[in-house]
């Protein structure tokens, strides 16, 4: 059999018919045609052959013209299907046109009528096939440029953010009082944050911002953040700046603005008395709520130059003793009757380890 033919299925119940539309197709043209008495076994065949073109007659027994239209489109709508009639009801044909038929042909027909119908139906059929695999194409290249695009862009984010990661731990270390303290609140505010029932993608935004919270004060001169006496009203108002300085060096990268609202939102109160804005709880974004009390417990339970650290117990209960006034009720109560679970992660290095890494 020609590869290179093109493919004809004709169904019809009269044999004479099918003999004289098959002889008179291959004679004229690269076709190669099959034939059917059984509309059925004409159907069975259009999963095992590569048809162009269906012709078929519309009054046959077991199965109408109309039915093997219905088929055919519903297995293949890029295969035109041409009927035979000797009927030209317009109900018929109106059904027909609904389910899509792609021309008629009224008995008795012409061969050359039969030939042009074909050919166009076979160039038709071409250019959906053509179009199909041009879409086809299309959607692997869009999808691969997506997925090439996407990866660039973690990569990139994964990169910058390992580097601030570092510019805080550089921070940090240059001050016995604060090293650690973004991990351990990064480990406080997720363990809390599971308690709370965050989904991932929240967890992993509580995660980023929680790790960067205090990433502002890398543009505060270190003579104020390091002061062992009482800072003056205009040395505070330097440091109330560092959620801002925080959120501008992040923007850059495009990261998810939850992360920006952690960062600028982590000092803000419940009764708006925090700052840099002095929003209230509403306004404060749900997961800078959770971050600011994991951050107001690091920092209570961490020495500082210009006071001792306080015990756990005493600082949950400070927390505890805030509620409405600081903290969210909500974030806060579930924080103190936790306290245990959640502040277990702090001595225990390789989970506080794991759960940096999922940041990244």
């Known amino acids: 059999m020609n590869k290179d033919k093109i493919r004809i299925l004709v169904i019809d119940d009269d044999v004479a018919i099918l003999d004289c539309i098959r002889l008179s197709l291959q004679s004229l043209g690269p076709y190669q045609v099959t034939v059917c008495e059984n509309p059925r076994e ?6 095992t ?5 269906v012709i078929s007659d519309v009054n046959m027994p077991g199965l109408s013209g109309l039915d093997v239209l219905a088929a055919v489109v519903k297995y293949d709508d890029k295969i035109p299907v041409v009927l035979i009639t000797g009927n030209t009801e317009s109900e018929i044909m109106r059904k027909a046109i609904h389910l899509g038929v792609y ?10 009528d039969l030939v042009v119908t074909v050919k166009q139906a076979v160039e038709t059929h071409r250019l959906k096939v053509q179009n199909e695999q041009y879409q086809n194409h299309l959607e692997s290249l869009v999808q691969q440029r997506t997925i090439e695009l996407f990866a660039a862009k973690s990569k990139l984010e994964k990169s910058y953010l390992n580097t601030i990661h570092t510019m805080v731990n550089a921070m ?5 009082y604060t090293r650690g303290h973004s991990e351990r609140v990064t480990a406080i505010a997720m363990r809390l944050g599971k308690l709370l029932g965050l989904n991932i993608d929240e967890l992993r935004q509580l995660r980023i911002g929680a790790l960067l919270h205090d990433l502002g004060k890398i543009g505060i001169i270190s003579n104020v953040l390091n002061k062992e006496q009482r800072l003056t009203e205009s040395e505070y108002d330097i440091i109330k700046q560092h959620p801002i300085i925080g959120a501008k060096i992040i ?6 603005d939850t992360i920006s609202k952690i960062i600028v939102q982590h000092h803000e109160w419940a009764n708006g008395e925090g700052y840099p804005y002095g929003i209230t709880l509403p306004d404060i974004h749900p997961l800078a709520r959770i971050v600011s009390v994991a951050d107001s417990f690091d920092a209570m339970t961490s020495q500082r130059s210009y006071r001792p650290s306080r015990e756990f117990a005493s600082a949950a209960e400070e927390v505890y003793a805030n509620l409405n006034r600081q903290f969210d009720p909500v974030v806060g109560k579930v924080f103190y009757e936790n306290q245990r679970q959640i502040l277990s992660v702090i001595n225990d290095h390789q989970a506080l380890k794991d759960l940096l890494q999922e940041a990244f």
Not at 42 to 47: N, S, T, Y
Not at 49 to 53: E, H, P, Q, V, Y
Not at 172 to 176: C, F, M, R, S, T
């Open 42 to 47: 004409a159907l069975e065949l259009l999963h």
């Open 49 to 53: 052959n590569d048809f162009a073109t």
């Open 103 to 112: 021309e008629f042909l009224k008995k008795p027909f012409e061969m050359s």
């Open 172 to 176: 940090e270390v240059n001050d016995i």
């Open 251 to 256: 923007d850059p990268i495009g990261l998810p």
